[in-house]
Structures are given as C-alpha cells and as structure tokens.
C-alpha cells in the first residue's frame, strides 16, 4: 500500500462515518485429562471470594466451542485476525531484532514460526517474540475496561502450541475466547486499583489467559487448571515505568511464555496453591487494595467480556484516540494545514496527562505516549499509523513547531473516552470539536472492512499481497481449518 492509501485509510476511518462490525483435540501431555463435560448455560458465582480460582478453572475446563455464541466466535475471529496483523507488522523492527538476536543462540529445538519473519524458535521462546512483535506498536486490541490488550499474551501462546501440538481451528478460537475472558475478568477484579499503583495489566493478568488457553488445548483436568492459574499467579510481569521504551512490549511477550509454562508445568502434575488469586497472601490481595471476585465468576458462560474487545486505527496508547480522532476530522473539513494554526487547546481526562503527557518525545516509542506529538502529527499527515512513530517522524520540524503550539488542561468534568478541542487560528477563527466516542470504540467499532485495510497497510513490505489476502482469509475462516498452526505458516515470508 503507497503512502496515500496509508493516509487515505486512516482519514476515512476518522471521519466518524463506521458500520457495527460485528476430530477431537489430541492430548498434549501424558496424563492430561477426558473429554470434558458439557458445560452448563451458567457457572454459579464463588460465594464470598472462596474458591474462585477452582470456579474459574472449573469453567474453562469444561467450556466447548459449541457453547460460544455465533457473535463470540466472530470476535474472536476479529481478535485473531487483527493480532495476526499487528504481529506481522511489528515483525522487522528493531526491537524484535535485538530479541531474536538475544534469544537464537539460546533457543531450543526450531518447533514455532516468528510471524513476518524467517526464523523458527522453540515454542516458549517463539511464543515470547511473537508477543513482543504484536505489542511494539501499541497497535494491538484493548479491552476498554481494564485497558488489557487481550491477544498479545493469549495467541502468542496458543499459536506457537498450536505448531508443536495439533490443534483444531475450532478447539484454537474455543481456547482464544476462554483465554480472553480469563485476563479481562481477572484484570476487571482489580481495575483501576492495580494499574494505579504501577503494574502492566496487559502482563499480569495476561499470563493468566495465557495459561488457560494453552492448558485448555492440552486437555487439562481441573486439578491441572487450578494448578494452571496458580502458577500464573506466581509470575506477574510488567510495571508502567516501562512505557516508552521496549520493556513495554517485553511485558506481552513475557506474559505469554509465563503462562505457557505454567500450563506445561500444571499438565504434568506440578501443583500450586488451590486459591492463589483469591487467598489472603495471593494474586488479588498482593498486588492490589481493590478485590471483587464476583468480576471473575459472575456470569460465566453468559456474560463475554471478549465482545468488550475494541481494535486500534491509531498506532499509539488508547487514551490519545479521542483526540487524534478529532484531530484529524478538523484537519479534513477544515483543509488544515500547520501554518495555518496559532495554537490548539484540549481539555482532557486526568489520565491523558498522566499517560501521554510526554512534552518533548525524541524517539518513536515515546511518540506513542505523547498527546502533543500525536495531535501535531495527525494534523501534519492526517494519519497516526506505525509510520507517524517513527523516530524520523518525532523529530520532523514541522511536527515540532506544532506540537509546541498543542497544549493540554485536564478537566474533571471529561472522561476517558471524551476529548474538548478548540483549534485557533492566526486569522482568528476557531474551530471546535467534541469527541464523545472515538472511532475504534464499542459505540463506534472499526468494520471488517477497516480491519482488513489496517492489515493489509501493516503487513505491506513484508508479505506479498496474495499472501497477505492468504492470511487473512486464514484468520476468518479459522474455525474451519483442520490445523490452527496453518496460520503461523502462512504468516512466514516465502525464503
């Protein structure tokens, strides 16, 4: 895709004008569990924070693809396909190369592929890199409500299993969803307090999804599960200092081998407490000073945090959308150019400051946790895409004197997912616009359509537009597929 489609996607994408998108598995170790039992329409809530964790594993062993409702299966779907994308995408940059770099020497047995690139690692290191891919552009899903990004550490896991072990397209989407509603139910039990006090949730509660979806396909028992999430438990990974440098997207990746590894371990009897999220000395009481256990266990089977799962037209962190959103649109109606503008005035929720609030980004990275640099550099290209974060793009001239000119207030009375922007002119005029939901929310969800434009730009220069078109049909169609690891193949570049 040239230069212009990249922008042209990204401008009609702001524009506001968005359609609602909406054989048996083989055990993977000795000793796993039989086939699970037909789950019932709704798993009984844990009574007063006891037993949660055996309630939860309970769920996600016994749940079937046959219970997801058609609407689940979609998202997860979309989920897979626009990970897949943003993994491919992220495949060449600098950061994967200096983890494959670090890890080749060491890496075992070449049983998993590197989407988007031509080495094979073993699984838990492939699961590692594959998860940091998807995460460098912090172009990935999130789940609003906890500000989890779901795919990272659940499919880098599964995906690389999924190589080593053959699994079913439709056991691989079954243990998607299970793994995405594993990380957002625990990650809603203790949001906001967790992530206030510095932990990554994409990583702590990240591990737990993956360690349930990866358990799932090897066919743990409950026993097995429990042990499963105990062990995950034990290894929570990522702190909000990270932000800003590679260490943020190590935090995915690193969630995904843990909780690999703690299904392993599970699978061959290695045990863990029976109540490692709840227990007064566990997970949830650890790591945090708010606990609402009735956020895990409530409604499970019926409630599906995985339709909650929003997908990212802007490369950068969610809470500056809104106001690239806006951003974008007044360049667009108003045929903005850089010169033209005096200054530009946004009021915002505290977290914006608190989040994006860098003034004076130098590296890319770092331009994806600015509110300045992405409001200048939407109005300069009329885009946010991987490319308006490079370092190049922090540093252009133009974007700089703009974004001096780009001044934020936190006002108590906006909420996250809101934006007040008022653009003044040198001639005087003002131009205004309020932002409500931003486009890649639930009120205003990107389509297939926008899904599949975003992944054809990420993944062009690095797979052939046939491949690519492959790809994504794969992605879609992935509940038909005899062989889920057909994916990861698929997403290699031809030798």
Not at 450 to 459: H, R, S, T, V
Request: hydrophobic residues 45%; contains cysteine; proline residues 4%.
């Amino acid at each position: 895709m040239n230069d212009n489609n990249r922008r042209n996607f990204l401008k009609s994408s702001a524009s506001g004008a968005i359609a609602c998108a909406v054989p048996a598995l083989a055990s993977a170790v000795a000793g796993s569990a039989s086939a699970a039992e037909p789950v019932a329409k709704e798993v009984p809530a844990a009574a007063n924070g006891q037993g949660v964790t055996r309630t939860l594993a309970s769920y996600i062993v016994r749940s079937r693809y046959e219970d997801l409702p058609e609407n689940v299966r979609k998202e997860g779907a979309r989920t897979l396909l626009n990970w897949v994308g943003v993994a491919i995408g992220g495949s060449r940059h600098e950061t994967v190369d200096r983890a494959v770099a670090a890890l080749g020497p060491f890496s075992g047995p070449k049983q998993a592929s590197l989407l988007g690139r031509h080495e094979r690692f073993d699984i838990m290191n492939a699961a590692f890199v594959n998860g940091v891919s998807s995460h460098i552009f912090d172009f990935d899903d999130t789940h609003l409500k906890t500000i989890i990004h779901p795919a990272g550490p659940v499919v880098s896991a599964i995906l690389a299993f999924s190589e080593y072990q053959p699994v079913s397209g439709k056991d691989f989407l079954n243990a998607l969803v299970l793994g995405v509603e594993t990380e957002c139910r625990i990650g809603n039990a203790v949001y906001p307090n967790h992530y206030d006090i510095g932990w990554h949730i994409t990583g702590t509660a990240g591990v737990f999804g993956a360690a349930a979806a990866a358990g799932k396909l090897m066919g743990l028992s409950e026993q097995q599960m429990v042990w499963a999430l105990g062990l995950a438990a034990s290894q929570p990974v990522g702190l909000r200092e990270s932000f800003g440098s590679m260490n943020k997207s190590f935090n995915p990746g690193k969630a995904a081998s843990n909780g690999l590894f703690a299904a392993l371990l599970a699978a061959k009897d290695y045990t863990s407490s029976e109540g490692m999220i709840e227990a007064k000395r566990g997970w949830a009481n650890a790591i945090s000073t708010k606990q609402d256990y009735q956020e895990i266990t409530g409604g499970l089977g019926t409630r599906y945090e995985a339709l909650l799962n929003t997908y990212k037209p802007f490369a950068c962190g969610i809470v500056i959308h809104p106001a690239i959103d806006a951003a974008i649109q007044l360049r667009n109606q108003n045929k903005l150019t850089a010169d033209m503008i005096d200054r530009v005035e946004l009021r915002v929720h505290p977290l914006v400051i608190e989040l994006t609030g860098k003034k004076t980004p130098q590296i890319g990275l770092e331009g994806k946790f600015s509110v300045y640099h992405s409001v200048a550099v939407a109005i300069v290209d009329g885009a946010a895409g991987e490319r308006q974060y490079s370092d190049r793009a922090v540093r252009d001239p133009k974007t700089v004197a703009l974004r001096d000119k780009v001044n934020a207030t936190i006002d108590p009375a906006i909420k996250a997912e809101q934006v007040d922007m008022t653009i003044v002119l040198k001639d005087g005029r003002k131009l205004h616009k309020f932002i409500e939901h931003a486009i890649g929310s639930t009120q205003v969800p990107m389509t297939d359509k926008q899904l599949e434009a975003k992944f054809i730009d990420l993944a062009d220069g690095i797979l052939p537009a046939a491949q690519t078109r492959a790809v994504m049909d794969a992605c879609w169609q992935v509940a038909q597929l005899p062989a889920a690891a057909s994916i990861a193949r698929a997403a290699v570049p031809a030798a």
